[in-house]
Every structure is written in C-alpha cells, then in structure tokens.
C-alpha cells in the first residue's frame, strides 16, 4: 500500500517561508512523477509544482502563480519530497496536497494546512 504524508504546513506571515515535506511510504525512485497541488476554501484543486523522478536530473515545472517563489525537491534517502515556499502571500492559503503516480495510478496525501495571515 502507497501512502504519501505530508507535514510542515501552519500559521505564516505575508512575506514569511515555510518548507512542506511529503514521506513517501517507498522508494520516491519508484514513482514517474511527483508533485504538491494545493486547493483553497471553495475552490478546485489546482497543480502547485510537480518533479519527473524517470531521470536523476529530475524536471520540474510550476505553476505561474508560485514561479520565483516555490521550490519542489527531493531526497531519495529519505524518500521525501519538499516544497520550499517563500515571500508567502495570502493567496497561497490553501490545503497543500502532494500526490504521487505509481505505474499509471494517482495517489494522494491527505493534506497540510497552509495559512498565510498577519
């Protein structure tokens, strides 16, 4: 059984930094991608940055909104993947999920809580 857990969501300034890390139950190597959506209070699910883990150089691409800011890495000691998330705005407050595909199927985290207020 896959099972991805995210943490490291929380209470942040505007302007603030915080890193999401999502545990990976096996080899992160394993997965064909992997990547962190994020959906807020009434509104749909959308992709935040997602990293092709097929090659040790391992893409990335991100949403517009996060470009500059949001940074998606790994550790594939720790089977972990990390978003580094910086100059938080409040319109990055979300339920930041991270989600895997295994052999063609998606599997998802149960989320973390992101919330950017002063």
């Known amino acids: 059984q896959v099972q991805l857990v995210e943490s490291g969501g929380g209470l942040v300034q505007p302007g603030g930094s915080l890193r999401l890390s999502c545990a990976a139950s096996?080899?992160?190597?394993?997965?064909?991608?992997m990547g962190w959506y994020r959906q807020a209070h009434g509104k749909e699910r959308e992709l935040v940055a997602t990293l092709t883990l097929l090659t040790s150089a391992g893409s990335t691409n991100y949403a517009d909104s996060v470009k500059g800011r949001f940074t998606i890495s790994r550790d594939n000691a720790k089977n972990t993947v990390y978003l580094q998330m910086n100059s938080l705005e409040p319109e990055d407050t979300a339920t930041y999920y991270c989600?895997?595909?295994?052999?063609?199927?998606?599997?998802w985290g149960k989320g973390t809580l992101v919330t950017v207020s002063s």
């Open positions: 989600n895997g595909v295994l052999y063609g199927l998606d599997y």
């Open positions: 096996r080899m992160i190597r394993s997965f064909s991608t």
